[in-house]
């Protein structure tokens, strides 16, 4: 009995550690170079696009940043992590989204009065969940998760956790090459700025928007979609 509940102290004890560690950062993870933008308690460094102050839409609930979903449809409810821009950098940000939800990690971001929302400009790391979409329409390949949206379709057995469930997402973006990943595995992979970048940007739907991926550097931003979405150990490192 001694030795079974000295078992149960030890696997309470490393369950513990394991949960307080989100939003810190290693000893490794330092020396190497990585940034928290997130510090689990507060809302610091962060704002609404286009805005001075951190949103009403937007809480801080049990060591995560969550969207609350407030947002009618694509614009109006997205936050910007303002206290720097990044030019060729690695993302990571753990993420959890609610049933049917949409929304997206964006990056390269330009703000100003004649952009209404990040994706006039950025780049889009895509989250919705692609098994209860409830529309309208059909989801397109291009509109799945972890897709480059409207750009590069991320492939069918990507290793995608449902709704409610969290996923890690990581982003690397250098000028030589631009690479996306889902749970550990590489989902999209392209050159910015490429000749097939260039088509791909100018025949479909960035047609609309003459500035969409035109920036070197930005800002860092999340999508509120109207539905609820969560994120967590956020933190990012230069290249």
Request: charged share 25%; hydrophobic share 35%.
């Given at each position: ?99 049917g939800g ?85 989902t999209v ?32 931003a999340l ?17």
């Open positions: 009995m001694k030795t079974f509940s000295i078992i149960i102290a030890l696997t309470f004890s490393l369950t513990t550690m394991a949960q307080s560690a989100d939003n810190t950062l290693s000893k490794a993870e330092k020396k190497a170079g990585w940034k928290l933008l997130f510090d689990g308690k507060t809302s610091n460094g962060w704002r609404g696009f286009n805005k001075t102050v951190f949103p009403t839409g937007w809480e801080i609930e049990n060591g995560t940043l969550k969207g609350l979903g407030t947002a009618h449809g694509d614009t109006g409810g997205d936050i910007v992590y303002g206290d720097e821009q990044f030019e060729d950098f690695e993302l990571s940000i753990d993420w959890k989204i609610s049933p949409n929304s997206g990690i964006f990056y390269h971001t330009a703000e100003g009065p004649q952009y209404k929302a990040p994706y006039a400009t950025a780049p889009e790391y895509q989250l919705i969940d692609d098994n209860n979409w409830p529309g309208p329409g059909k989801l397109e390949d291009w509109q799945k998760t972890a897709c480059d949206y409207a750009m590069y379709v991320a492939p069918e057995n990507k290793k995608l956790k449902p709704a409610g469930e969290w996923n890690t997402t990581r982003i690397v973006f250098t000028k030589a090459k631009v690479e996306y990943y889902l749970n550990g595995q590489l992979t392209f050159v910015p700025w490429s000749e097939d970048w260039t088509q791909r940007r100018n025949s479909g739907k960035w047609t609309s928007f003459p500035d969409y991926g035109k920036f070197k550097t930005g800002l860092i999508q509120d979609h109207g539905s609820p979405t969560w994120f967590k150990n956020i933190k990012i490192r230069k290249l």
